[in-house]
Structures are given as C-alpha cells and as structure tokens.
C-alpha cells in the first residue's frame, strides 16, 4: 500500500478458496457475508472480526446475494434460499448449469446463467412463502457475469460474449444492447445516474442516458490489467472516490471481490482465500 494516510489494513482472515461476494444480511447486525469456492458460506462481525456462522452448502457457489431476510445461493442447476430469521430452506429449480450472478431487488430476483439465460423469480411471502418463476430472459449468447437493477425499472446484465444487455424488468422486454467492451464484462455498477462496467479488455466505462434515451460512453478509463472486480464508496469527507489515485493496495494474489462495508470498511477478497478488511483514515 502505497498512501498510509488513506487506508490501513483493519483485519485479515484465511479462507479455504477465492472470496466471491459480501452482501449485509441483517439490519440489525452489520455482517460480511462471505462465500467460497470451496462450497461454504461464511458470516463474520464486521466490528469483533469473529466468524459468527460458517454455511456448507454442498456444493461450489457460483453467486450469492441478500434481501432480509433471505440470503440467496447460486449453485450448478439451482438457487437455494434461506430464510435468516425462521431457519427455512427452499430450492428454486430452473437453471441449467452453474449461477454466475445474483440480483434482489423489490420482490424479484435474477439469476444469469452460464448458458446466457437470465431467470427471474417473484415473491409471494406476504402470504405463502413462495417463489413463482416470472421470466426468461434470452439475448446473450455466453455466460452472464454481472447482474445489477437500475432506476426505471431496469436491469443490466454483463457476459462473456462482451456485451451489456438493457432489460425492462416490469415487461420484461430489452431495451437495448451496449457494446462498448472488446472482452468479457466483469462488473456492473450503478452509481446516480451513471452505469458504470469493468472488462477484462483493461477498461473502465461511463455510461450516461442521451436525449434519445439511449446510453453512451461519455468516459473511459483505463488499467494495465484487466477488470476483474469493481465497487464504489464514498472518503471520510463523503465525497465519492472516482478515478481520481488516492493511493494503491496490493495483494498476492488477483483480487477477485470488492465490496463495501459499514462505517466506512472496504473488504477484498483474492485468489488465495485471503479476506483483507481495511478502513479510511481521516485526514
């Protein structure tokens, strides 16, 4: 790490494979949620540091995601569901081959499949605990990578065929195609009013709505290395960090995840299995 005065490591933890997701899983305790190539699912105490609950699941997770109080898991051929606060379990059937991404929002969820499907599932738990399969999203002809909602009802999925699909998630129809990237679509990330998508062609974009309403590059930014995670927070002063170097980490292995915690904690997690929390320091 080259600034000391911008982060320091806060802790680091050992797991058994690559970190793949954090999701918060309850509003009333701040947890990183962790999973693992090696079929398990972690729950660690943001503040103690203390593994709070270790999840085997069975199998290698592809995708995870949460909506209190459902954590959501994707696996080859499913996405099982646990209810955090009763305990319960459900398998969603559908999906052919593994879930590469995972995506709550409202009462939906989407799964992209490697086979370029994205599935979408609506909720019905004010009365029966429920989920009833809603669409099928056709469009891309390679694995879905990243999945994120949108404001105007919209969902953007990234894939390996290099392309960004624009879907309408109340009638299901697409909107528009973006093809920007020369190689796979990592990550996808919303911020404001801006798309933003990391590649592994070493690219960053900023997409912005015209007055057609269609999106374009208004911003490029580019990397030595390919893209293979991205997120976004805000410094102490709670002003967004864009592409402006505040300073570097660095890791021993590729940094597979990003992800941003609460009171101002950044987790990363690498090849290796080395989950590293750091945390700003004022200035």
């Not at 052919?96 to 738990?125: C, H, M, P, R």
Request: glycine share 10%; aromatic share 10%.
């Amino acid at each position: 790490m080259e600034d000391q005065k911008i982060m320091l490591v806060y802790r680091t933890f050992i797991l058994d494979r690559a970190s793949t997701q954090w999701n918060r899983t309850s509003s009333k305790m701040q947890q990183a949620l962790f999973s693992s190539s090696d079929g398990t699912i972690r729950l660690w105490d943001c503040h103690t540091g203390q593994c709070d609950n270790v999840i085997n699941i069975g199998g290698e997770v592809g995708s995870v995601c949460s909506e209190d109080p459902w954590l959501f898991v994707g696996m080859p051929n499913v996405v099982k569901v646990w209810d955090t606060e009763s305990g319960a379990k459900y398998s969603l059937n559908g999906p052919v081959g593994q879930v590469n991404a995972l995506e709550s929002v409202y009462n939906l969820l989407f799964a992209g499949l490697e086979d370029g499907v994205i599935l979408a599932w609506k909720d019905t738990y004010e009365t029966n605990i429920t989920f009833q399969l809603a669409a099928t999203l056709k469009g891309h002809t390679h694995g879905i990578t990243s999945l994120v909602v949108g404001g105007g009802n919209r969902l953007y999925s990234g894939s390996k065929d290099h392309r960004i699909i624009v879907w309408d998630h109340e009638n299901w129809q697409c909107i528009m195609t973006l093809n920007g990237h020369d190689d796979v679509v990592k990550f996808l990330m919303c911020w404001d009013k801006y798309l933003f998508s990391g590649s592994l062609d070493c690219t960053i974009k900023v997409w912005a709505s015209t007055e057609d309403g269609s999106l374009e590059v208004i911003y490029t930014h580019s990397e030595e290395q390919g893209i293979l995670a991205l997120s976004g927070m805000t410094d102490p002063d709670v002003k967004p960090i864009l592409f402006t170097d505040k300073g570097r980490l660095f890791a021993k292995q590729e940094v597979q995840t990003l992800q941003i915690g609460p009171a101002d904690l950044f987790f990363t997690g690498d090849q290796i299995g080395l989950l590293t929390v750091y945390i700003w320091l004022a200035d």
